[in-house]
């Protein structure tokens, strides 16, 4: 069964910090993994996208890895700012013989950036 | 570019009545996907519509149907409201171009999304 998993569920750090967050999955024929930002009552949008090729990819100050061997990958947030403060979701993609993706999404880790 | 756009942005319904949410995609996208997100449950898939035909279905129950029109517009219908159908309902659309040489990203972009309470 296709599965994402996100730890930790949930972060507090305190302004100017970095962080690291974890992104596990079981998702097969892998095709791309996403990293999307999601703030409160708000649609996701994307950080970053990774094929099988690549490894890391940066996007300002967030910064996703992906190791396709072991099937994980990260997003790591630099000098964090108040409006970092959101739901961080992973989404994998599985393509599908038929055309378009399977996507499987985390449940988020949800960060919340502190004075 | 305008983003995707979700109407209405927030609905009241009592169960046991009906809601359609309409969905409009970035234009010269073609697929259009809907899902749900509950807080226990994060990002659901519901179905997503592909020039006008439904290519991909979640485990959902018939109650929960759509459709896609000639210029990729997208509604989606949930008939007997149910409390649990209280969510966020968000669409999702990408180019998804169905060439050999597709590229793999396929990037999907959310739009706001629907918040509907169910009473």
């Known amino acids: 069964k296709n599965q994402v998993e996100q730890s930790p569920q949930s972060l507090i750090i305190l302004e100017g910090k970095n962080c690291t967050l974890q992104?596990?999955?079981?998702?097969?024929?892998?095709?791309?993994l996403r990293w999307y930002k999601q703030d409160t009552g708000r649609g996701p949008v994307s950080l970053t996208i990774m094929t099988f090729s690549e490894n890391t990819k940066s996007n300002g100050r967030y910064t996703a890895t992906l190791d396709a061997d072991t099937k994980q990958s990260s997003l790591h947030i630099t000098a964090s700012q108040l409006s970092d403060s959101a739901s961080y979701i992973c989404?994998?993609?599985?393509?599908?013989?038929?055309?378009?993706?399977?996507?499987?999404f985390g449940t988020g880790t949800q960060l919340k950036v502190e004075l | 570019k305008a983003g995707v756009t979700q109407t209405p942005r927030y609905l009241i319904k009592t169960r046991g009545q009906q809601v359609t949410l309409s969905c409009s995609p970035i234009?010269?996208?073609?697929?259009v996907s809907w899902y749900q997100q509950t807080p226990g449950q994060g990002l659901q898939f519901l179905f997503e519509y592909f020039s006008e035909t439904q290519r991909n279905k979640g485990n959902f129950p018939g109650r929960f149907s759509g459709r896609q029109f000639s210029n990729s517009r997208s509604e989606m219908n949930v008939s007997t409201l149910e409390l649990g159908d209280s969510a966020l309902y968000l669409c999702?659309?990408?180019?998804?171009?169905?060439?050999?040489?597709?590229?793999?990203?396929?990037?999907?972009?959310f739009g706001p999304g629907t918040r509907l309470t169910v009473l």
């Open positions: 999702a659309s990408s180019q998804n171009r169905a060439s050999a040489q597709q590229t793999p990203l396929d990037e999907q972009f």
């Open positions: 234009s010269g996208h073609r697929s």
């Open positions: 989404v994998v993609s599985a393509r599908l013989t038929g055309g378009g993706n399977k996507l499987t």
């Open positions: 992104c596990n999955y079981t998702v097969s024929p892998f095709s791309n």
